[in-house]
């Protein structure tokens, strides 16, 4: 039960820094404008930093706490009277401030008869600095000398054209060939999403240009030339993808040249010839921190579309939420999905009080495949396991041992978030999933996770400490009964590997692994997925997100790789250290510049470069309740990506592509203020 909103109550947060021996403090003022008291009240905050709760609270104890929600009580009788504030002082937490948008992003009382107020919250500020706060993408403008007379983003490797032709009305698409056909109906599909009123495709136009797409022998899946005649535009391609992406090509020149008539052309003679470095070319978003609604997906979508990326990968669990229909497990969405006061789910991550959240139903979900097919674009689902399964757990509590004692706990900081690998529901209930999902996904490549296994996982469960025991003997047993109640604070703190969870996670994916082979899946893991060698490397493929030199290690020993570094592709990371710039810091900042000349694969050997299935970019959602948020820290570094994806290294440049990335597409059209 909800209260109005009363505007007279609000929450500042400033984060003061360590400095000259002096703690650091996270300071939490709720000041009452209002003409009345209030008492008897507790005070809920959420967003993506954690406070921890072994630590020192001045002005408040800690009631409850779950990963980035607490719940303080001020001291006992404490009335706040018109015009007086109530200060917090919070000297730990997980991990210390560096951006604004790691303080709080949503914040609400709960008063004593179970209603709740939700509160306005002003972004944190911090000590260190008085610089305004950066939302929207970085501007990118076309300069009136581009160093290209085309704009084709990725670049090409083959391209040779000459002189400007009247750019025409539009295009009248021509194809008889099942696949050019089917590449024609996709790309006028993708224009009327993304620039419906510009009016690329248009058969019935007066000055309108025949474009031919003709089948012809000796390209790859994915290649295509685009050549020009006096009167007539040429697509050659042996493959649906290889007209798609010519008509993207050619969609991408006539752009330039109607938005910039001054400094690009159409050309009128010459040819593109072209086709992508590497296979893989991806974008992973996390929509249980944060929900994105169908629309969101599909338009951006479109937009890895727009930029030849074609993989996206769907994460649609993890701790926060479960975010996809099973119809056999009604509860992972009757629970899992929604957030809020009162809920098994707390407000997270700035949720408000008032139920929210969502799912994506079957019938939505086969429409977005759908689409993504005919952009060229195929979809891989995670299901996050045996880790990050809080929300899971919530719904099917069948899956813990029920005579686990104690807690460990995740680097997010939920207790006893793994499925348990010893219980044969565990088997029973993941299967039956994995079904449902093979039903909605024909990509037949399903991601089961398999990151951040915390190392004290299933120490307190005498099932597991049973299996563990006959796999690894008493000395690995006794050791790993000990590590209960271990918490850790950073990604990466603990590597299990060689640990009695490791022992148990690797018997895990082998049989999650066998399960989807013979369903005809391929299994795709984080990195973490390699721990014990358990899992078949000819049907799998893993995700390297520490760093290149990881990656490489893992090729070498013969797992094929998609390379995503979070130093440099995890695009939740701020584009630099500065406390003005949102998103988050803790495996590093890389801006625009950075990721477009980051090498992937440096160091590799020829042999390891043998195992590269290509990159992906990663968007990890805690920062992302402001949606300026989302457009500045994912774009243009998603088209940087794809460049380096795409584009044959010797034919990069940045000063090419810093004058084209203002004409690529936004998911939200935010744009920096200046």
């Not at 109906?185 to 009016?199: C, D, K, P, Q």
Request: hydrophobic content about 40%; charged content about 20%; overall charge negative.
């Amino acid at each position: 039960m909800s209260a109005p909103r009363l505007l007279a109550l609000r929450l500042e947060t400033l984060w003061e820094p360590p400095s000259d021996g002096k703690d650091l403090s996270y300071i939490l003022c709720l000041k009452n404008s209002g003409a009345e008291p209030i008492s008897g009240f507790a005070l809920c905050v959420s967003g993506p930093g954690r406070v921890d709760p072994a630590g020192r609270v001045e002005g408040a104890t800690i009631a409850r706490r779950l990963s980035n929600f607490t719940e303080f009580h001020p001291p006992a009788g404490f009335v706040l009277g018109s015009g007086e504030t109530w200060t917090i002082a919070v000297h730990a937490l997980s991990w210390n401030f560096r951006h604004w948008t790691d303080g709080a992003t949503s914040a609400y009382l709960v008063l004593a008869d179970g209603r709740t107020i939700s509160l306005g919250v002003e972004p944190t500020r911090s000590t260190a600095s008085n610089a305004p706060l950066k939302r929207g993408a970085e501007l990118y403008p076309v300069p009136a000398n581009a160093p290209v007379k085309v704009s084709i983003i990725p670049w090409p490797n083959h391209v040779a054209v000459s002189s400007r032709r009247p750019l025409p009305a539009g295009f009248s698409l021509q194809a008889h060939d099942p696949e050019a056909k089917a590449a024609a109906r996709g790309f006028t599909a993708l224009v009327e999403h993304l620039f419906a009123v510009e009016g690329i495709v248009r058969p019935e136009a007066e000055g309108a240009v025949p474009v031919a797409l003709k089948k012809a022998a000796g390209f790859g899946p994915e290649a295509y030339r685009l050549s020009f005649e006096a009167e007539t535009i040429t697509i050659e391609a042996s493959s649906q993808g290889g007209f798609f992406y010519g008509l993207v090509t050619l969609g991408h020149i006539w752009r330039g040249a109607r938005l910039h008539p001054q400094v690009f052309q159409f050309p009128a003679r010459g040819e593109i010839v072209d086709e992508p470095s590497m296979g893989w070319r991806g974008l992973h978003l996390d929509v249980a921190r944060q929900f994105y609604a169908a629309a969101e997906i599909r338009k951006l979508v479109a937009i890895l579309a727009w930029n030849k990326l074609n993989r996206f990968h769907w994460h649609l669990s993890d701790d926060e939420a479960w975010r996809v229909e099973i119809d056999a497990y009604p509860a992972l969405t009757q629970i899992g999905a929604w957030r809020g006061h009162g809920l098994a789910v707390p407000p997270l991550l700035g949720s408000s009080p008032a139920r929210s959240g969502g799912y994506y139903t079957k019938s939505v979900i086969r429409e977005i495949v759908a689409s993504a097919q005919g952009f060229g674009v195929e979809i891989v689902p995670e299901i996050d396991m045996p880790g990050h399964c809080h929300a899971m757990q919530l719904a099917i509590p069948e899956l813990r041992d029920p005579d686990e004692l104690g807690s460990y706990y995740s680097v997010q900081g939920f207790p006893d978030n793994c499925i348990n690998p010893a219980l044969e529901k565990t088997y029973e209930v993941v299967e039956t999933i994995l079904d449902e999902l093979i039903d909605l996904f024909p990509f037949k490549t399903i991601h089961i996770g398999a990151d951040e296994v915390p190392v004290g996982a299933w120490s307190g469960s005498p099932i597991a400490l049973e299996r563990l025991r006959a796999f690894a003997g008493d000395a690995v047993t006794d050791r790993h009964a000990k590590r209960l109640n271990v918490i850790t604070n950073k990604h990466g703190a603990d590597d299990i590997d060689g640990s009695g969870a490791a022992i148990l996670q690797a018997e895990f994916l082998e049989r999650i692994q066998r399960f989807l082979a013979r369903r005809g899946c391929v299994t795709g893991g984080w990195e973490e997925a390699a721990h014990g060698d358990r899992i078949d490397k000819a049907n799998s493929y893993l995700c390297g997100w520490r760093n290149v030199e990881v990656s490489a290690g893992l090729a070498e020993r013969g797992y094929e790789m998609v390379v995503c570094p979070g130093q440099v592709y995890y695009l939740d990371m701020a584009l630099r250290p500065d406390w003005d710039e949102p998103g988050a810091s803790w495996a590093g900042n890389s801006d625009t510049e950075t990721l477009y000349g980051f090498d992937p694969v440096q160091g590799w050997t020829e042999a390891q470069k043998e195992k590269l299935r290509g990159i992906q970019a990663c968007i990890w959602s805690e920062p992302m309740t402001d949606r300026a948020v989302f457009d500045r820290l994912v774009f243009p570094r998603l088209s940087a990506l794809a460049e380096t994806g795409w584009t044959k290294p010797s034919s990069k440049s940045w000063e090419r592509f810093r004058a084209l990335a203002g004409l690529m597409p936004l998911l939200y059209g935010q744009l920096q203020q200046s």
